[in-house]
């Protein structure tokens, strides 16, 4: 895993892990955030053990929103995004 050392706050490990220490850096900020991950990635939660595509699925169709992310070299850009 990659690892972020340019940001360290004092008194903490030298080495990060970038996923986390982006998190925790976002949320300190106040930033809204997205993950990414692919189609087939696992995660556990308190009802089981989900890939991604059937945790997608269980969000209501009403909770869904297409959104603008900015224009790309292909045009604009739209994502899903479901609170």
């Not at 990635?41 to 945790?55: K, M």
């Not at 997608?56 to 739209?78: C, E, F, I, Y």
Request: hydrophobic share 35%; net charge positive; glycine share 8%.
């Amino acid at each position: 895993m990659p690892t972020n050392r340019a940001y360290t706050p004092a008194g903490s490990p030298a080495t990060r892990s970038t996923a986390a220490w982006n998190r925790r850096t976002a949320r300190a900020l106040g930033f809204d955030y997205a993950l990414a991950v692919k189609a087939d990635h696992t995660a556990t939660t308190s009802a089981g053990r989900f890939t991604a595509t059937r945790l997608a699925a269980r969000v209501p169709a009403k909770s869904w929103m297409r959104m603008s992310t900015g224009h790309g070299l292909k045009g604009d850009r739209h994502y899903d995004w479901a609170p």
